[in-house]
């Protein structure tokens, strides 16, 4: 008879087992300086993923086992473990990586999707270091100017600071500040996903967070910032501080800035917004106030299409409270 100890693992349970082995090897082959190395069996593994019963395991999985697998095995804290991340960042670049899910759709995007993953495990790697030493931090935002675009600078920040600066918002503040009004591209955005985590985890710092989205409207003609901002509104919009959100645009001066305006409106569209949570009257009158005094030009299209989803978003809810089944868009 078979102990419960003893029992055969799943194929997946088997298959996760054998990659934390491989990574934890690879780990402590880092410590001991074999940077090439490891990176070699890296890339081995994301160009042959495992079989699982009839798929194979994604790449995206795969990444974020084997960095799971090397943080585990860099228990301690080696300074070779958060070298490594920093080595694996820059040099991802100079590395094919034939993922078999990539270059399906092309040799170009196959190259670049193969440089995000290996990229996404450095990030994890490197933020298991900084949560525990924040005075990493400041290597880690030189890492982000080399990001090839926003996916990649989007990995680095999420994997790799929102924590950190999550952990010591106020302390830190004056240094978001820097980052959201730099020159830099990138480091515009570390400061608008933290203020996306605080607006919609900690209610009692919206004033501070909506500072740092306040100072990237600066940049609200970059593309990459214009998204940023939308997704921060649209985490504030479902999550956050109601009130907060319409002083803080009411605060905007909107009438006289069209990417305002097509940013409020952007969001307002989001079809997962909470209407029934939001203070349609006063979104009303602000965007109403904003087509009076605007300029004519292409945002005031923008601004009926959000003010007749405003109003239908208004009466659903007044239907809802009623006890009636409400219109479906």
Known sequence: MISPGNKALTPDKQTAREIFDRNIANSMAVTNGAFEEVLADIIEQLEHPPRVGDR???AWILGRRIAEALAEGFAGLPPNGFDFACWLWEAAPLHVVTIPQANAIG???GFRYGVIHLRKIAAMVAGTYVLQQPQKAPSVIELIDMSVDWVDARNLITYALVDHYHGHFLDAYDELVALVRSDKRWRRLVPLGVAARILGMEPALSSRAYGLVRDGCRHIGDP??????RYVLRVAGMYGDQQAMLEFLGQLDASAEEGLRLL???FIRNPRLRWD???HEQF???LTQ????GDG???QQCLDEALAKLSLARTDSTIALNGQTPHIA
């Open 56 to 58: 194979y395991l994604t």
């Open 107 to 109: 040799t170009s995007h």
């Open 224 to 229: 990459y910032v214009f998204d940023a901002l």
């Open 264 to 266: 409020v409106c952007d």
């Open 277 to 279: 949570r939001l203070p």
């Open 284 to 286: 009303i009158s602000l």
């Open 290 to 293: 904003w087509k009076r005094e």
């Open 297 to 299: 030009n292409g945002s």
